[in-house]
């Protein structure tokens, strides 16, 4: 017969074992942002490592408890990076996926899957032309710059734009829409380029020590912010200065990884951060607030 002390210290190792379990459960449901975009209606779109799609409501902040998911992909694909274009009430929602060395682009309308698009090569990043009707590509492994027109049926994700002479690894994309210019980050080299959309030119705009993986363009303040995450900074540049010089907006010691980054309507910059589990809204002095999301299986509210 097992001593009361013998049992006691068994149903507290069990009662330990338990707790662990759920705490590890718990901590592998926590959000993994890979890219982010500001919805019409108010709040973010996400796009999850894990889940798929996820949108939180919510306004200068983020209201956590009634987030929800909407779309999920098949693990053999792994999500990549979105952009979200308004349509009508409802916004319409571009996502990237990869399998090895192919590239799909799917489309959900009402945040109902629409369509997908195969691609023979990997698309690394997106960014939407809406006056243009289109959206921009881009190639990692071809250094191109694909074009993609909305409206066309019969539209390829791969319809070459402009080729990136000295590109290594093209991936985050940015639109400043008034000047008519396309920023595209080489992830291997750093360095961002810009690229001229009426002349087609291309020229190198700036190169950080680390590794752009995520572009943001700021309209209002004629700014270009990156998301480094090797050097765990978010970098913002005056596109419009003589000199350009860089400037560290924020460089938070909760920063792990920061790979997302998207501007709201109210000019608030919000960061993603999978290894954080966290997304940041950033205040103008570069301090970040978290929010941190715990989605559920069935549910994420």
Same mark, same amino acid.
């Given at each position: ?119 023979? /090569?990997?698309?690394? *990043?997106?960014?939407?032309?809406? !006056?243009?009707? $289109? %959206?921009?590509?881009? =190639?990692?492994? @071809? ?124 000019? /608030?910059?919000?960061? *993603?951060?999978?290894?954080?589990? !966290?997304?940041? $809204? %950033?205040?103008?002095? =570069?301090?970040? @607030? ?12």
């Amino acid at each position: 017969m097992k001593s009361p002390l013998l049992l006691f210290f068994t149903a507290l190792i069990l009662s330990f074992c338990a707790l662990l379990q759920l705490l590890q459960g718990a901590s592998t449901n926590l959000l993994q942002p890979l890219a982010l975009w500001p919805a019409s209606a108010g709040g973010l779109y996400v796009l999850d490592r894990a889940s798929g799609l996820v949108y939180i409501p919510g306004d200068t902040g983020l209201d956590l408890r009634n987030s929800s998911k909407f779309a999920a992909f098949r693990t053999s694909w792994q999500p990549v990076d979105m952009a979200a274009v308004p349509s009508g009430s409802n916004d319409r929602l571009y996502v990237l996926l990869a399998q090895e060395t192919v590239g799909m682009l799917m489309c959900y309308s009402n945040r109902r899957f629409e369509r997908s698009w195969i691609a023979r /090569t990997l698309l690394t *990043g997106i960014v939407p032309d809406p !006056a243009g009707h $289109r %959206l921009f590509l881009s =190639g990692g492994l @071809t250094n191109q710059i694909y074009v993609f027109d909305w409206d066309d049926p019969g539209a390829s994700p791969t319809k070459s734009f402009v080729a990136v002479p000295g590109s290594q690894l093209l991936g985050p994309l940015a639109l400043d829409a008034d000047r008519h210019l396309l920023f595209a980050g080489d992830q291997r080299t750093g360095i961002i380029y810009v690229i001229n959309l009426d002349t087609k030119s291309v020229s190198q705009l700036a190169q950080i020590a680390g590794q752009p993986n995520a572009l943001a363009f700021d309209s209002a303040h004629r700014s270009l912010y990156v998301a480094d995450s090797v050097g765990r900074k978010i970098w913002a540049y005056n596109t419009d200065a003589k000199n350009l010089k860089p400037r560290v907006l924020s460089s938070s010691a909760d920063f792990r990884q920061p790979v997302a980054i998207a501007i709201d309507p109210h000019g /608030t910059v919000w960061v *993603g951060d999978p290894q954080s589990n !966290a997304i940041f $809204r %950033l205040a103008p002095n =570069g301090a970040a @607030t978290a929010y941190r999301l715990v989605l559920q299986p069935d549910s994420y509210r």
